[in-house]
C-alpha cells in the first residue's frame, strides 16, 4: 500500500466526470482501493474519492466515526463501487464540511438530510442503503467528486466559508433555515 498525493481544488481530474469500474476485482482497482484506504487514514479524513487521487474512476471510501455518528451509529471504512445516491425526501439542511483536496478550509453546504445509496462493494456485492445525517453528508460529498463537483460549487452564501483557524477562533453559527 502506498500513500498516494491528493489533488488540489485547480487540478483539472477533479472537474471530470469519473468512468465506470468494469471490474472490481481486477489488480489495478484493488491497488487503488488499498493505496486510498492508505492515504484517506494518513491525511486523517472520513472520505476519499478516486479522482481525489488522480484516479479518474467511479469510487470512494468512507467511515462514521463515533464522535460525528447521529442516530444510526458510527459506520466501518466502506469502499463504494459505481455509486448512486438519490435524495428520499426533498429535507436540506446546512452543514459544515471541509475536503482534502481543499486543505484548511471550510464551509456551510447544503445537502440531503436522507439518501439512498447504492453501487457495488468491496467484494462486487450489491449495496442498498439509506443513510442519514453526517453520513448522508459525507456520500454526497464523495460521489460529487464523481461528477467534477466541489463542495464549493453547492455553497449559497460566501460568508460560511473560511480558513479551519479563524474559524475555530471565532465560531460562526449556522443560520437556522438553508440559505
Known amino acids: 500500500m502506498a500513500i498516494l498525493k491528493i489533488a488540489r481544488m485547480g487540478h483539472p481530474v477533479l472537474l471530470d466526470r469519473a468512468a465506470e469500474i468494469e471490474d472490481v476485482g481486477a489488480p489495478e482497482v484493488r ?63 446546512l452543514g459544515w464540511e471541509g475536503c482534502l483536496s481543499i486543505p484548511g478550509l471550510r464551509a456551510a453546504v447544503p445537502r440531503y438530510r436522507q439518501v439512498r445509496l447504492r453501487g457495488l462493494g468491496v467484494e462486487g ?19 460529487d467528486h464523481l461528477d467534477g463537483v466541489m463542495y464549493p460549487m453547492r455553497m449559497r452564501d460566501f460568508r460560511y466559508f473560511g480558513f479551519n483557524e479563524e474559524m475555530d477562533r471565532n465560531p460562526v453559527p449556522l443560520p437556522e433555515e438553508v440559505l
Open 125 to 143: 456485492e450489491a449495496m442498498d442503503v439509506v443513510l442519514e445525517g453526517f453520513a448522508a453528508r459525507v456520500v454526497q460529498h464523495e460521489a
Open 31 to 93: 491497488r487503488l482501493l488499498a493505496d486510498m484506504v492508505a492515504t484517506l487514514k494518513d491525511a486523517g479524513g472520513v472520505g476519499l474519492a478516486a479522482p481525489q487521487v488522480f484516479a479518474g474512476v467511479r469510487l470512494f471510501i468512507f467511515y462514521v466515526p463515533e464522535a460525528r455518528a447521529e442516530g444510526g451509529g458510527a459506520m466501518p471504512l466502506t469502499a463504494v463501487f459505481n455509486p448512486v445516491v438519490t435524495p428520499l425526501d426533498e429535507a436540506i439542511e
